[in-house]
């Protein structure tokens, strides 16, 4: 499944480097997308031996990259610091694309994980779960939680759905 | 609120993803190429030193229990040489008394 060769190592990263760089960006941002991207896949080159093909490729490389996101996290001390992007925002002038912006920013690392994991990368909650290494009870909750959170912020832009 | 509309505002206006680096695979790939040598020979470094370290250890490990047990080998042959004077002198004055 995983490639040893120049070749398939570059299908292996057409095939997930969406997936990886999505993820990566919803929760570490852009400046540093490239490094972490690369990071994330010099890891699963090194450790393909661990991979035991239990669960789906992707899978394994989204749980990489989430302990990537992680890592740098911890190294650089930038968790989230929830309230500061919405009492910032003037009410009036923000896009609907800045309001998406500041719901993620908004929410806790926790909530915020699984929000991109279901809503923008479409995984199921099983998977969530393997990624996270976490209950499937855990993650619903965690998201319903944060579904909660992500309604009232938008009530209070005036935002209806 | 139902779950689809929130997932479609979410995903509707969500950030677009920058484009990644044209050749970003092989930049990545040829990265890893350079690593290797330095990682080779660092793993060529630790497993020598580690070898030479048991070697070592060895060497004197098996060195120690050897001088014990020639040493304790010429106690315990003395102590059977003592014992043996001691039961062959009881043995002839016996035989004297007796006799």
Redesign the interface.
């Known amino acids: 499944m995983i490639p040893n060769r120049?070749a398939d190592?570059?299908k292996f990263?057409?095939a997930h480097?969406?997936k990886v760089?999505?993820l990566l960006?919803?929760l570490v941002g852009?400046e540093v997308?490239?490094d972490l991207?690369?990071e994330v896949?010099?890891k699963a080159?090194q450790h393909r031996d661990d991979f035991r093909g239990e669960s789906h490729a992707s899978t394994w490389l989204y749980r990489v990259a989430y302990n990537c996101a992680i890592d740098f996290l911890r190294k650089a001390g930038e968790r989230s610091a929830p309230g500061k992007f919405w009492q910032n925002s003037l009410e009036k002038e923000v896009?609907?694309?800045q309001?998406?912006?500041m719901?993620l920013l908004e929410l806790s690392w926790d909530h915020r994980t699984v929000?991109v994991l279901y809503?923008?990368e479409e995984r199921p909650v099983r998977e969530i779960g393997e990624i996270l290494s976490i209950a499937e009870g855990t993650v619903k909750s965690r998201l319903s939680q944060a579904?909660q959170k992500?309604?009232e912020l938008?009530k209070m832009k005036g935002?209806e759905? | 609120m139902s779950d689809d509309s929130l997932k479609n505002y979410l995903r509707k206006n969500a950030q677009e993803i920058p484009e990644a680096r044209p050749q970003e695979a092989v930049r990545i790939w040829n990265r890893m190429q350079q690593m290797q040598p330095v990682k080779s020979a660092w793993r060529w470094w630790v497993s020598s030193v580690m070898t030479a370290a048991a070697a070592l250890i060895a060497f004197v490990y098996l060195r120690q229990p050897q001088k014990i047990e020639s040493l304790e080998e010429e106690h315990l042959y003395r102590e059977w040489t003592e014992m043996v004077q001691e039961v062959d002198a009881d043995f002839e004055q016996e035989y004297v008394s007796t006799f």
Do not use: K, P
Request: hydrophobic fraction near 50%.
């Open positions: 120049a190592f570059e990263y057409e480097a969406d760089r999505g960006f919803r852009s997308l490239s991207t690369q896949f010099m080159w896009s609907h694309r309001i998406v912006e719901l929000v809503y923008f579904r992500m309604t938008l935002v759905l």
